[in-house]
């Protein structure tokens, strides 16, 4: 008997209030990249009404003007229309980041400090982090993730061009994908609410999405007579974005990374500089996880690892195939073949990946993986690892 199973992902579009706020923490970060490479940067945001808060840590040497990043932010999502409460003209800002603590500082910084037990740069927070690849997806995704991205970026791309003057920034996308012997065979149900102008029709925007965003985006093959389209299911979403709900940074972390398809440490991403292994070392956990597929030895990898605050090395390192290795080989061998290859010390990641640059505002919406051009999207240790399995 066939094994057979669904398995749903969503997505959210630039317009929802977690990703507005991502957005602005991004903003923020890339900012103090651009003019100080060393800027140790923890930046929360929280959106509601007609409100911005910002609070966290920062310590650069960068000269910023934090109400003209938020602004542009918020502008270039889209609210912009007059009938926004939450527009980017009008919101109130408001501003309580402070420096880093000292006491973090000196497990950060690449020297000694007493009580520390090295003087290499330590990893920024203690946690676990996981990175994940299959051979599903040209991008080496999961294809449900992958499918409910593709909608949420058509979509936005609709509505900037200002095609449809009736689609407004909020938005989600939800696709349930029915698997047969663990390989993904048809789409089971399509959801996507999106925001919408008042006084458009709910079937005039259920057809439309239909033809123009889901049939042009997603293979036909797997489009079935059975495939369910669930379109703004409750019948209208004129208030969105956040006047209707607030948003934090980090709440989307499952929509950032596997579509709960592979595992999550926890941590956030948005708003954080390389120096918090929370955001590079499931960077690094990514990069791993894709050289070993395109290697050839697993069509399913993941990695997990973990660190202590302060301290350069992590304290464990552990592959996963799934059962999926190539024939003769271990996930043991695996393992010790990419500690091999890699150096997971964090320094090290922020060298090998080239992070201290301002990129972050390009993986804010629609997934951190599965990007072309991403330094963890790389496949460039494939050979390296097939010949360091022994």
């Keep these: 008997m066939a094994n057979s199973f669904v ?4 997505s959210v579009g630039e317009g929802h209030p977690d990703k507005v706020a ?5 903003s923020v970060l890339d900012a103090c990249l651009a003019q100080d490479r060393t800027s140790r940067v923890a930046c929360e945001t929280m959106v509601k009404s007609n409100m911005v808060i910002l609070a966290g840590e920062i310590t650069t040497k960068a000269k910023l003007n934090y109400e003209a990043i938020v602004r542009d932010a918020i502008r270039e999502i889209g609210y912009v229309n007059a009938d926004d409460v939450f527009h980017a003209d009008t919101v109130f800002i408001n501003n309580y980041l402070t420096r880093q603590s000292p006491d973090i500082a000196q497990g950060v910084d690449a020297k000694k400090a007493k009580g520390k037990k090295t003087a290499e740069q330590g990893a920024g927070d203690q946690g676990i982090m996981f990175g994940y690849a299959c051979n599903e997806t040209p991008e080496l995704m999961p294809t449900p993730i992958m499918f409910a991205h593709r909608l949420g970026r058509e979509l936005t791309k609709l509505r900037k061009s200002g095609a449809v003057n009736w689609l407004r920034p909020d938005a989600k996308s939800q696709v349930s994908i029915r698997y047969e012997n663990d390989r993904p065979v048809e789409v089971v149900n399509v959801v996507i609410s999106t925001q919408h102008a008042d006084g458009v029709s709910h079937a005039q925007i259920e057809k439309f999405i239909v033809e123009n965003v889901v049939r042009k985006v997603l293979p036909a093959e797997m489009l079935t007579k059975r495939t369910e389209f669930l379109i703004n299911p409750t019948g209208r979403f004129v208030i969105g974005g956040p006047q209707g709900d607030s948003g934090l940074t980090g709440r989307k972390i499952i929509v950032d990374t596997y579509g709960g398809w592979g595992r999550h440490g926890g941590g956030a991403f948005s708003g954080k500089d390389p120096s918090k292994v929370d955001r ?7 990069w791993v996880a894709k050289n070993i597929v395109a290697a050839g030895l697993a069509s399913h990898a993941e990695i997990q690892f973990a660190y202590a605050i302060g301290h350069p090395h992590p304290v464990s390192v552990r592959v996963e195939t799934f059962g999926t290795a190539k024939l003769g080989i271990s996930d043991e061998q695996i393992t010790a073949a990419v500690q091999k ?3 997971f010390k964090p320094a090290d990641i922020v060298s090998q990946l080239d992070l201290l640059r301002p990129i972050y505002r390009r993986t804010t919406n629609y997934g951190h993986f599965g990007k072309s051009g991403l ?5 460039d240790k494939a050979a390296a690892l097939r010949a360091a399995i022994k």
């Design 375 to 379: 330094p963890w999207e790389k496949t």
């Design 280 to 286: 590079s070392a499931a960077y690094m956990g990514r």
């Design 22 to 26: 991502d957005l602005i923490s991004d």
């Design 341 to 343: 290859v890699f150096s």
């Design 7 to 10: 398995f749903s992902s969503e």
